[in-house]
């Protein structure tokens, strides 16, 4: 099984410059990319089984956003928010060179992409948006901000991996080795077990968000997707409490008017690691 090379770009914040890192499968003289986005807590090493599926047409890219996996941590949290999170991934695109460009993105990294994608001269040609939207629940925000950035400590990977399960119930049904495969690259080296490997400061920005401030976000995401001009296709967890069906549905009424495709028994997000999943990406990516 062919391993992943490990980069990095420099890029700026408000207190000076950090590193993003970023997984890169396939031919790196591919002009044709794909980028894959995690999202909130997780890291560019969830989307491996898709670039595997797909690094024959590809060069796969799968940037650990700032904070999180092998990128630096910033000096001030509150960088930690979508339009820096976008312009990281403008300096990236640049690195990366691309003719072609397609985005796969969940959750945030759903969101980063709807950013770019709505960006006048946009280069993302074709879009996945893996259960996000511009109206996020907020009994969704409330289950995530009960985990995020709480201090904790594994003695074993196989510990690790049974919390997190308990987290992400929704993610649907994976395998045990599937399962340690997605946990592993989670966990950073504590002492004489482990940690999560993301900035627990991740979470100061998320927790201050007000309602008046989530209109003000939502609001400015749909006049976004409205703004976004190439095939899209929204995949959504059947169960999903970030995604409501409401807001899918709206979503292939406007805007690029989504493909939408749903994943019986599975909630907030599908991984796109089981090969139903993968087939219905691959399929949209590379049809004509």
Request: one cysteine or more; a negative charge.
């Amino acid at each position: 099984m062919q391993q992943p090379r490990l980069n990095h770009v420099q890029c700026l914040d408000t207190r000076g410059l950090h590193r993003t890192a970023y997984w890169e499968w396939g031919d790196a003289a591919n002009p044709k990319v794909l980028v894959c986005a995690h999202g909130l807590s997780r890291q560019g090493r969830d989307f491996d089984a898709l670039a595997q599926s797909l690094l024959s047409e590809y060069r796969v890219v799968c940037p650990d956003v700032v904070g999180r996996g092998q990128s630096d941590w910033l000096a001030d949290p509150l960088g930690y928010q979508l339009p820096a999170y976008v312009s990281d991934m403008v300096t990236l695109l640049a690195r990366v060179d691309a003719q072609t460009l397609h985005w796969v993105g969940t959750s945030m990294g759903g969101l980063i992409g709807l950013g770019l994608a709505s960006l006048p001269r946009s280069p993302i040609q074709r879009l996945v948006l893996n259960d996000v939207g511009p109206t996020i629940q907020p009994e969704a925000i409330q289950r995530i901000g009960a985990y995020l950035g709480l201090p904790m400590h594994w003695s074993s990977l196989e510990e690790a991996a049974d919390y997190m399960l308990t987290i992400s119930k929704g993610f649907g049904t994976h395998t045990r080795e599937q399962w340690l495969a997605l946990t592993r690259p989670m966990l950073k080296p504590d002492g004489d077990g482990f940690k999560p490997h993301y900035d627990p400061q991740i979470a100061v920005p998320f927790r201050a968000m007000t309602p008046e401030m989530a209109a003000a976000g939502e609001a400015s995401l749909w006049k976004a997707y409205d703004a976004v001009k190439c095939p899209t296709l929204l995949l959504r967890g059947a169960d999903s409490d970030l995604l409501t069906r409401d807001t899918a549905l709206a979503m292939t009424q406007r805007g690029p008017k989504a493909r939408l495709h749903e994943f019986s028994n599975v909630g907030h997000a599908p991984m796109i690691v089981v090969p139903e999943q993968i087939a219905v990406v691959r399929e949209f990516l590379l049809s004509p």
